[in-house]
């Protein structure tokens, strides 16, 4: 029974990480790029979980502001136009 919990636990910790590592959100303020060897494969728009192949697939994100929220913070006063 020792040896079958010693198997097991490495084993369960090994599945956990590539479970973790396939997983990724995308923020609703956020959209992404999903790149295999650099390239571009998928543009997602879309937020919520996504899944990915661990250790492959490369996610670039960045954020996508509305000329409105730029407008509203510049006459609002915080004012991060220099």
Request: net charge positive.
């Amino acid at each position: 029974m020792k040896r079958f919990t010693n198997l097991l636990l490495p084993i369960l910790a090994g599945l956990g990480f590539l479970i973790m590592s396939s997983l990724y959100v995308v923020d609703e303020r956020e959209k992404a790029l999903r790149l295999w060897f650099g390239e571009v494969t998928a543009v997602i728009v879309d937020p919520g979980l996504n899944f990915k192949v661990p250790f492959l697939h490369e996610i670039v994100k960045y954020e996508v502001y509305c000329k409105y929220a730029l407008l509203w913070r510049y006459f609002s006063g915080n004012n991060f136009i220099q």
